[in-house]
């Protein structure tokens, strides 16, 4: 495969790279965003059971009583959906870092080809600069010897 060919392939390659790159920072974004709405939720939680309890001490009826223990347990629903849907963001995250390592080990197997084949070119075109210098040397040599 000729360099230009294999450059075209490495430059695709970055390319892949760095939008794997761009979805991973974007996943890890969505879930730091998840676990703040998280937190959020459960510090409201937190705040309206406190409040419950307040209220509960000045003395509340029944059906106050009752109205506020449904809407704590809409709360617990919503918590229980959140947390649900971490896996997803955590799974998520975990395939775009997958997908990221790929897309670098290709990268990175593309430049060592690229590396190789220059340094055998270098290897080729040194092996050869000796050959030219060694039949010049010879040539010195056997002028003067027939001098």
Not at 12 to 22: G, M, Q, T
Not at 62 to 81: I, M, P, R, V, W
Request: aromatic fraction near 8%; hydrophobic fraction near 35%.
């Amino acid at each position: 495969m000729s360099d230009s060919a294999l450059e075209l392939i490495l430059e695709r390659a970055k390319d892949d790279e760095h939008k794997a790159s761009l979805a991973l920072n974007n996943a890890r974004i969505e879930l730091d965003n998840y676990y703040q709405q998280l937190q959020q939720i459960e510090q409201y939680r937190l705040d309206y059971c406190k409040q419950l309890t307040a209220r509960g001490l000045d003395g509340l009826t029944a059906s106050s009583y009752s109205h506020l223990q449904q809407f704590l347990g809409s709360l617990d629903e919503t918590l229980a959906k959140q947390k649900a849907a971490g896996a997803q963001f955590e799974e998520q995250v975990e395939k775009c870092s997958e997908y990221w390592n790929e897309m670098r080990k290709k990268r990175q197997s593309i430049e060592w080809l690229l590396e190789k084949k220059q340094a055998e070119r270098q290897a080729r075109l040194d092996k050869q600069e000796q050959k030219m210098m060694d039949e010049f040397a010879t040539l010195q040599f056997a002028r003067q010897a027939r001098r």
